[in-house]
Structures are given as C-alpha cells and as structure tokens.
Antibody, heavy 122, light 106 residues
Framework: QVTLKESGPVLVKPTETLTLTCTVSGFSLSNARMGVSWIRQPPGKALEWLAHISSSDIEFYNTSLKSRLTISKDTSKSQVVLIMTNMDPVDTATFYC??????????????WGQGTLVTVSS | DFQMTQSPSSLSASVGDRVTITCRASQGFSNALAWFQQKPGKVPKLLVYAASTLQSGVPSRFSGSGSGTDFTLTIRSLQPEDVATYYCQKYDRAPLTFGQGTKVEI
C-alpha cells in the first residue's frame, strides 16, 4: 500500500525557514523512475507545483520560487525534505507531497499525502 | 514561463448536463496531461492521465481528450457528487504546471 505523509511545523514566523518532511511507504525512493514533488495550495486558491526530485536525484524548481527552495531525499529513511526560506504570510498554505512514476507510461501524480497546513504569522 | 490556462474559472450547470472544461498550454508538449478533482477539504484525486486515459475506478461519465496545446475534460452527465474544483496539470518535465482550476457547481 503506497502512502505519503507530510510532517513539519504548523506555525512559522515571518522570515523564518520552513522545513517539511514527506515520509513514504509502499515503494522505495531508490527505485528507478520514482519521483516526488511538493505542491502547495493557499486557502481557497489553486494548486501550485513547487519542486521535484527525480529518481536519479535531479532537482527541479518552480522558477518563481527557486531562490527560496531546496528539495532533497534520504533514501534510507524513505523521506523527501523541502526547505523554504524567508517565509511570509502569503506563503500560508496546505503543502502536499505527491509521487510520480517518471517516464513512458506515467500516470502523473497518482498518490498524494494528506497535506499539512502551514500558517505564517508572528 | 510555461503556463496552463483553464477555462472557465467557474461554471454552474444542472444535473444531467454535459460539462466541458478546457486547458490550453502556452507551448505544445506530449500527451502527459492529467486532470484532478478536488472536493473542499480533500486531497486532489487523479481522474485522467495521458490526456485521455481514465484512472481506475473513475466513473465513465468523465472523459479527457486533446493533444499539443489544447486539452479538454468532459463530464457527460453531471451528477451532484461531481461538485468540485477541477485542475489540469502537465507532468512530462518540469515545470509540472497546474492550471488555475475550474469550480463546478450545481
């Protein structure tokens, strides 16, 4: 059974750095073609793709947020980590991680975590 | 920057109506286009992948079509449980851009 679960702080202060962890089970991050992305959704607004780490450890970022984002993975812990610096109240959102089997025949993001709401406020 | 433009942003229809949502890409790409359904407070649910393939378990009243820059999600006969926001997304290569969503009401 494939599952993803996000964890991290529910409240951060402006200018602080946010660190979120996505813990996966039911598949291995070391498997070929397994990639994980982070996606966010401000309350009442649209989904926004943030970052992706591929099966071969290549990182991709939303160009408008690239300077603030770092994505990494620890295969031994089955975890993908997102770091977002200089948080602002407009960054208040539900953050999701999602899995994709890359390449030919991909279904796209077929499994998602439940999401974690992060509020930015002093 | 690559953009996915969905239209309309919202619509209201009656039970049994045929509903069509379009997604236009700023550049052509492969058929790696997915449609998601998101109900309030819930996680997005994959409906269609590869532009036209229905995910397992999705009712057959949903269908996807299109290629290149223009893609469409159709609900053949709208049901009350279809009230949701629908998103398109390209997933072939970064940026894995989402459309801005279409809210469907009855």
């Amino acid at each position: 059974q494939v599952t993803l679960k996000e964890s991290g702080p529910v409240l951060v202060k402006p200018t602080e750095t946010l660190t979120l962890t996505c813990t996966v089970s039911g598949f291995s991050l070391s498997n070929a073609r397994m990639g994980v992305s982070w996606i966010r959704q401000p309350p009442g607004k649209a989904l926004e793709w943030l970052a992706h780490i591929s099966s071969s450890d290549i990182e991709f970022y939303n160009t408008s947020l690239k300077s603030r984002l770092t994505i990494s993975k620890d295969t031994s812990k089955s975890q993908v980590v997102l770091i977002m610096t200089n948080m602002d109240p407009v960054d208040t959102a539900t953050f999701y991680c999602a899995r994709i089997i890359e390449g030919s025949g991909s279904l796209g993001f077929d499994y998602w975590g439940q999401g974690t709401l992060v509020t930015v406020s002093s | 920057d690559f953009q996915m433009t969905q239209s309309p942003s919202s619509l209201s229809a009656s039970v049994g109506d045929r509903v069509t949502i379009t997604c236009r890409a700023s550049q052509g790409f492969s058929n790696a286009l997915a449609w998601f359904q998101q109900k309030p407070g819930k996680v997005p649910k994959l409906l269609v992948y590869a532009a036209s393939t229905l995910q397992s378990g999705v009712p057959s009243r949903f269908s996807g079509s299109g290629s290149g820059t223009d893609f469409t999600l159709t609900i053949r006969s709208l049901q009350p449980e279809d009230v949701a926001t629908y998103y398109c997304q390209k997933y072939d290569r970064a940026p894995l851009t989402f459309g801005q969503g279409t809210k469907v009401e009855i």
